[in-house]
């Protein structure tokens, strides 16, 4: 149906509300990677072998026929996203495309450290220990949770901070997170190139509310 565009995005598995919509028990985060180190191992068997079978401490699959198979080869590229070590690190070992995001706390929370470029070093390095010789034709992924359109950044952040609430967040500190975007077209330009350049990050997603905002800003990019 997409004509050899299709790519698998999955992970371990976050949000707590998504697990209770679905009567799913919410295990604790190193059962969930397991699970998916596991799941993913099924998954490019399914694709690149006649039969699936497969005995792991969260999967069993027996004589399980691989049918129908995909048009790409040996399998459509495999997107796994995710904020801590161990995840990271998965991805780098088994995904064509790494998704660089915030560590989520057990309780829903985020710290403040996770939104750092700092941080962000950090989640590349852990990607390419992991991923050894393969990392050089892995693609980077970042997902940006704001875009806000702007000719003055810095009143912008401040307004940013008080529609949400936000007191206890500098406006130096908003402004320096990868995952927040303020600022003229020009500006937004230049900072995605210097993820690029510093990071190796080429691919990034923004919500669809936002695709009206960024459009300019992909236009700029285009070619580049």
């Not at 995005?9 to 028990?25: D, F, K, M, T």
């Not at 750092?116 to 990607?127: D, G, I, M, P």
């Not at 967040?169 to 003229?184: K, M, N, R, T």
Request: charged fraction near 20%; hydrophobic fraction near 45%.
């Amino acid at each position: 149906m997409s004509g050899g565009r299709f790519e698998l995005g999955i992970g371990a598995g976050w949000h707590r509300p998504e697990y209770e919509q679905v009567g799913l028990p919410f295990d604790a985060a190193g059962v969930r990677i397991s699970r998916l180190q596991e799941a993913v191992r099924i998954i490019k068997q399914f694709f690149t072998e006649a039969a699936v079978t497969f005995v792991g401490s969260h999967y069993r699959v027996t004589d399980l026929q691989a049918f129908p198979k995909p048009l790409q080869h040996p399998h459509p590229p495999i997107f796994i996203g995710g904020g801590g070590k161990r995840l990271l690190s998965l991805a780098g070992r088994e995904a064509d495309t790494v998704g660089l995001h915030v560590k989520v706390n057990a309780d829903g929370t985020v710290d403040a450290w996770e939104r750092t470029v700092a941080a962000l070093a950090q989640k590349v390095a852990w990607v390419q220990e992991a991923a050894g010789e393969r990392f050089a034709a892995s693609e980077l992924n970042l997902l940006v949770g704001d875009v806000v359109i702007s000719q003055d950044r810095q009143n912008a952040a401040e307004q940013y901070l008080r529609e949400r609430g936000r007191s206890r967040v500098a406006v130096e500190q908003l402004l320096a997170s990868p995952y927040l975007l303020i600022g003229s077209v020009e500006q937004l330009v230049e900072r995605i190139q210097r993820l690029r350049e510093q990071f190796g990050i080429s691919y990034v997603v923004v919500g669809d509310e936002h695709l009206e905002t960024f459009a300019p800003v992909v236009a700029r990019l285009a070619g580049t």
